[in-house]
């Protein structure tokens, strides 16, 4: 579970969830004071970082030659959509047959799933 706290400084957040604190914020050109990434970035920030893990995992375990997983996530929304720009770069000795199979293997991260599929929020205030 994470948490989010705000109090009134414009728009900068304390998030927790239990091991960690760190931060959000919106930009200045949003009202806020830009010290922290924005919500959509930590959204792009764990499509990224659960591609890459997911990746080393799996690179690892078939002991493939990968020195680096270098992923980019850009988000984007228009007419309604939210559209997601995933590239990943992959440095090591691997044949093109590897490369699509780590591809197929970015599909299957938990955050790739979790966007690709029903989503429910239950939300309450007290």
């Known amino acids: ?16 969830d239990g091991r960690h604190n760190f931060f959000s914020d919106e930009p200045k050109s949003a009202g806020g004071t830009d010290t922290a990434p924005a919500p959509d970035e ?8 659960c591609t890459a893990i997911t990746l080393r995992m799996y690179a690892d375990r078939k002991q493939w ?17 939210t559209n997601f720009v995933r590239n990943i770069g992959v ?29 429910d929020i239950n939300s309450s205030i007290q």
Do not use: F, W
């Not at 930590?42 to 970082?49: D, M, R, T, V, W």
């Not at 030659?65 to 959509?81: A, C, F, P």
């Not at 047959?97 to 780590?102: C, M, S, T």
């Open 42 to 49: 930590l959204l792009e920030a764990s499509l990224a970082s």
């Open 1 to 16: 579970m994470t948490t989010a706290s705000i109090a009134s400084t414009h728009y900068r957040l304390t998030l927790n």
């Open 91 to 119: 440095r090591g000795e691997l044949t093109e047959e590897q490369k699509q199979r780590l591809l197929e293997i970015a599909k299957s991260c938990p955050v790739s799933k979790t966007l690709l599929g029903e989503v």
């Open 65 to 81: 030659q990968v020195e680096t997983i270098d992923v980019s996530v850009h988000l984007s929304r228009e007419n309604g959509k």
